[in-house]
């Protein structure tokens, strides 16, 4: 599955995930206000920005936001919504291990699982010292990343719907010897099947503090949901908040 981002997000990511919208972005930019805490004269880096449901709605409240994500696709698809908005954003398509910025970024966020996608642990450290490098000296950070206990023990194996006239199947799994949690998706129309693969690196939060401290990041706060609870092995989500040391 190397390189499985390169050919996954495109305009069928986003028929697969129609429940990632901007009511959901706008929930969690609640909780990066309050938890986190953001003013209007800071510089924010969105982080694998995809359609930029976030950069979009941190614009409209006034924020100092620039986009960055791999997919040509998804930027367009970006670009057109900021349009539509008549919002001027600066998106930028570039690798997340290749932030082109240095000490600049007051905040850098990253929502919905965009760490992990590396075959490498090594990869996987480039795209945390990438972020270390962007921010002040004093900036702070959230990842929003998976929980491993939670997607082990709550694994749907098999599922298929239909969205948009479109047949989606998929099958999920992990692999214990590499840590990660993989899906195959197959979508199909009009009798022709497309296949996708998702793979991410399934890191125990020890593991996170660890790969953290050697990029000069230090974690503050860790919450189970965008509703604020505690951390613990049962919540839906590991969000990682913290500063660059």
């Given amino acids: 599955m190397m390189e499985w981002y390169k050919d996954w997000f495109g305009k069928e990511y986003l028929l697969v995930y129609p429940h990632r919208n901007e009511s959901e972005a706008k929930r969690q930019i609640d909780f990066l206000e309050k938890y986190v805490g953001i003013s209007k004269d800071e510089k924010i880096l969105d982080l694998c920005c995809g359609n930029g449901r976030h950069a979009i709605e941190l614009k409209k ?3 100092d936001v620039i986009g ?12 057109k919504k900021a349009s539509e908005n008549n919002i001027d954003i600066k998106l ?3 690798d997340m291990r290749e932030i082109p910025y240095e000490g600049y970024f007051d905040i850098v966020v990253q929502f919905f699982t965009s760490f992990g996608y590396f075959d490498t642990d090594e ?7 990438a972020i270390s490098r962007s921010l002040k000296v004093g900036g702070k950070f959230l990842i929003d990343y998976l929980n491993p206990d939670y997607v082990v023990n709550n694994l749907v194996e098999k599922d298929e719907k239909t969205l948009s006239g479109l047949l989606i199947k998929q099958e999920r799994w992990i692999d214990s010897l590499k840590c990660r949690v993989n899906k195959k998706i197959t979508i199909i129309a009009n009798g022709e099947s497309s296949v996708f693969n998702e793979s991410v690196r399934m890191y125990s939060l020890d593991e996170i503090k660890v790969m953290l401290g050697k990029s000069k990041l230090r974690l503050t706060d860790v919450y189970g949901d965008f509703d ?3 951390y613990n092995v049962n919540s839906p989500r590991m969000i990682l908040i913290g500063r660059k040391i």
């Avoid at 997919?71 to 367009?76: G, H, I």
């Avoid at 990869?123 to 010292?129: A, C, D, P, R």
């Fill in 61 to 63: 409240l006034g924020y």
């Fill in 68 to 79: 960055i994500d791999l997919s040509e696709e998804l930027l367009n698809s970006a670009r």
């Fill in 92 to 94: 930028i398509r570039c």
């Fill in 123 to 129: 990869e996987n450290q480039k795209v945390l010292s």
């Fill in 228 to 230: 604020g609870a505690e």
